[in-house]
């Protein structure tokens, strides 16, 4: 059964672009991450400042992996600057 994740984000005024760069800069070197099998960052059109990452891994072990790459750490100091509330992940599986 693979895990389903879903990310959102919302930047600070000035820094949606930012954003968007950081969470593009992500998809390569996730999906080639073990146990990655998808990961694709979406912005709300109505709304610049909010994203929403959807990624699937193939267990909750893999995503904890993910976190300790050195990709994601980069990152997750970069998001520490720019983003205006906490980052809501919603882990879903199905029945």
Do not use: K
């Amino acid at each position: 059964m693979s895990l389903h994740v879903v990310a959102e984000l919302r930047a600070t005024e000035g820094h949606e672009d930012r954003l968007r760069t950081a969470l593009e800069s992500m998809i390569e070197p996730s999906l080639t991450e073990p146990g990655c099998l998808a990961y694709q960052p979406f912005a709300n059109p109505n709304d610049p400042a909010h994203m929403v990452v959807v990624e699937e891994w193939t267990s909750a072990e893999a995503l904890e992996e993910h976190f300790r790459t050195p990709h994601f750490e980069h990152v997750a100091g970069v998001l520490d600057g720019i983003l205006g509330e906490p980052m809501v992940i919603r882990r879903l599986v199905a029945e």
